[in-house]
């Protein structure tokens, strides 16, 4: 019989589970099937509902089907454990995690009960964790561990920063150390692939990986590295690989990489890794895994289209969804502000966002091409220490300078959206997106470099008076509302110039992390160096934070608040040409010519009409050797 697994359960459904779960006050472990019954009447689902949750703005939709015996049992994997394949203790106390969710819902309270330790985890993982200060599940992760556990396909959604990828590791890993302590030997070929679509996020997740399970031999292969030293490393034998779709197939095709025991496939970032022109590599990737395994996709976006592709790779799917639809997308902790500026003056109003914003924290700034991000970055040198990043800059500079970010060498980095998802970078307060991303996802994932793991950040939209129609689709597709600052005003010596002939090109265009070739100076981390500039009274009494809801959308006009005034000391030049850009002489193709595409496509609100038209050429020398940074002025813009 067909298992009917993916189900969506109305709002009021899950207004009703926890109106449930509040009235009985407490909620028993033995609640759980009436409650699972309760919703499956309602629904009409022919099997057993893990009760929906909210927490705070997390809408939690898990939804789970009878164990459908799809697991491991080909390979013997885990043979021996129960009808599940996991262990019993452990199905008990991941429903009291279960449990817990739906107290939390009512009570909003906090989730004793949930300590990792108590899970029966293995206690490698926990007391790695722990070192880390991870002792409490966050809630995708309660969602996702049982089924993960009893080895279902799914489809995993939580917002950007909400621990996705110990949601999909930690059963993972405590499944392979299970396995491992049983087996008492060293296994050769990988148990378990992780596919990711930047070599950054690859890394990452590997890194995520070896701290929560050091036992573990992990590789992680990705390109403008040494292969040799990959290939010699799958000689000694792995447990999991991680790695990006290019570097994966060249090591299939030298024969280096086997993948015929791979139990667990994971696409992180799936929705990118599923985008045209990227497939073909994740399923010839796929191709070579064994039938019987189990696969899981995660993202914090899931267009439609990906949902209805996803049952080309996923046996009857579960869906972990909790984000849902009607709510907003973004992380809780991002207070989200726009403000106009014309094209000419956009560079020269990034120091005083940062300094304003960044609250002497890390900050990103999100370009459209790499050209501009190292037109950007060398401009911005004047005034700040900072560096770029995208993929023509060689993986080694790419690799030192992500790290240098990370340990606060500098404190301002330029990229495209080569960074703009995955990466966990601590500190980062402040994400601004010099242009309009592509779609809203991408702003979704570049606004996610900060709020992560619960904490504060702010994402700043800079877009010109033209664009504002495009903002507001932004805030219905995303579910958000901007704030909008006042308009900044720069004084003539205080101009930044990104098109000035010495960033363009030549020196600086294929390789990142420069210094400050005027000053020098290596003595401040991201402080501001160049011009000083005021805030206005304006800009002190406009509200910060980002409204969550329709009912905190202020009676501000649409495009009200911009006042000219803010930042009074930059006064002199008082920018009122939007659009002049076009004009100016300076245009470059892919680049800020892209704006045009706005008036030129008409299309808005087709964002999830369908995938996006990215296109992969490895030979264009537009792309890093495999990852997937998309060539950006080839990809249509949706707004
Ligand atoms: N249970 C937990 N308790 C505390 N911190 C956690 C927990 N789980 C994950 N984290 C931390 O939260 C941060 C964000 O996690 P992660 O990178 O997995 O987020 P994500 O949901 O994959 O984000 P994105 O959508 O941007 O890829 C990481 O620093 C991670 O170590």
Redesign the pocket.
């Known amino acids: 019989m067909d298992l009917c697994l993916q189900t969506t359960m109305s709002a009021v459904l899950l207004r009703r589970t926890t109106a449930l779960a509040a009235s009985r006050g407490r909620v028993s472990s033995t609640l759980l099937p009436p409650i699972a019954n309760f919703l499956a009447s309602r629904v009409g689902v022919n099997g057993s509902v893990i009760p929906a949750a909210e927490f705070g703005n997390f809408s939690c939709i898990g939804v789970m089907e009878r164990p459908s015996g799809f697991g491991f049992q080909s390979r013997g994997f885990h043979a021996v454990s129960r009808p599940l394949n996991f262990r019993a203790s452990l199905v008990s106390l991941v429903e009291f995690a279960v449990e817990e969710c739906v107290e939390a819902s009512s009570s909003r309270s906090g989730d004793e009960g949930l300590e ?1 330790g108590k899970l029966g985890i293995a206690p490698e993982i926990v007391s790695a ?1 722990k070192k ?7 809630p ?2 309660r969602a996702v561990l049982e089924p993960a556990m009893q080895g279902r396909d799914m489809i995993g959604r ?10 999909f590791g930690i059963p993972i890993l405590d499944k392979i150390i299970q396995f491992k302590a049983k087996k008492k030997g060293k296994g050769r070929n990988p148990l378990a692939l992780v596919l990711a679509p930047t070599r950054e996020l690859a890394r ?1 997740v590997e890194k ?1 990986f070896e701290e929560a399970a050091p036992s573990l031999d992990m590789i992680c292969v990705y390109g403008g590295t040494p292969i040799s030293s990959q290939m010699r490393q799958l000689g000694f034998g792995v447990d999991i690989a991680v790695g990006t779709p290019g570097r994966l197939i060249d090591l299939l095709n030298r024969g280096s990489l086997n993948l015929s025991e791979v139990n667990f496939v994971v696409l ?2 799936a929705d990118q890794m599923l985008q045209v022109g990227f497939q073909e590599d994740v399923e010839k990737i796929l191709e070579r895994l064994p039938r019987k395994r189990q696969s899981m996709m ?3 976006t899931m267009p439609s289209w990906i949902r209805k592709l996803s049952q080309n790779y996923l046996t009857n799917p579960l869906t972990v969804d909790l984000v849902g639809d009607s709510d907003q997308k973004l992380a809780d902790g991002i207070s989200l502000f726009s403000i106009v500026a014309d094209m000419r003056g956009k560079a020269s109003i990034i120091g005083p966002l940062i300094a304003e914003h960044a609250k002497g924290g890390k900050c990103i700034v999100f370009t459209q091409t790499k050209r501009d991000a190292d037109r950007l970055a060398y401009a911005m040198a004047r005034n700040f220490k900072c560096e770029a990043l995208h993929g023509d800059i060689s993986q080694s500079q790419r690799e030192r300078t992500l790290s240098g970010f990370r340990v606060g060498r500098f404190n301002v980095l330029v990229a495209t959206d080569v960074a703009a ?4 970078i ?1 500190n980062v307060d402040l994400v601004i997106h010099f242009e309009l991303p592509n779609n809203t996802e991408i702003f979704v ?1 570049r606004s ?2 900060t709020g ?2 619960g904490k504060k950040g702010s994402a700043i939209l800079i877009h010109t008076q033209n664009q504002s129609k495009a903002v507001r689709v932004i805030e219905r597709e995303v579910g958000c509302r901007f704030n909008e600052l006042p308009r900044i005003t720069v004084e003539d010596g205080a101009h930044v110039d990104m098109f000035s002939e010495r960033g363009v090109g030549g020196r600086f265009s294929s390789f990142g992390g420069f210094k400050d070739p005027r000053t020098n100076d290596s003595g401040r981390t991201g402080g501001q160096r160049g011009p000083s500039f005021r805030r206005s009274g304006d800009y002190e009494n406009s509200s910060f934070g980002r409204s969550s809801g329709r009912d905190s959308f202020g009676p501000k006009g649409k495009n009200g608040g911009h006042t000219s005034g803010g930042f009074s000391s930059f006064g002199a030049r008082k920018s009122n040409n939007a659009g002049d850009f076009r004009s100016s002489g300076s245009r470059r193709s892919g680049g800020f010519g892209d704006f045009d595409s706005l008036t030129r496509s008409g299309g808005f609100g087709d964002f999830d009409s369908g995938r996006s038209s990215g296109r992969k050429s490895r030979n264009s020398g537009l792309f890093g050797d495999d990852d997937m940074e998309a060539n950006q002025s080839s990809r249509r813009r949706k707004f």
């Open positions: 990792i964790l880390k200060g991870i002792t409490k599940l966050f995708i992760q939580a917002r950007t920063g909400t621990g996705k990828t110990l949601a990452q995520e992180d970032e995660f993202s914090a998802r995955g990466l966990d601590p994932h996610g470099r992560r793991a």
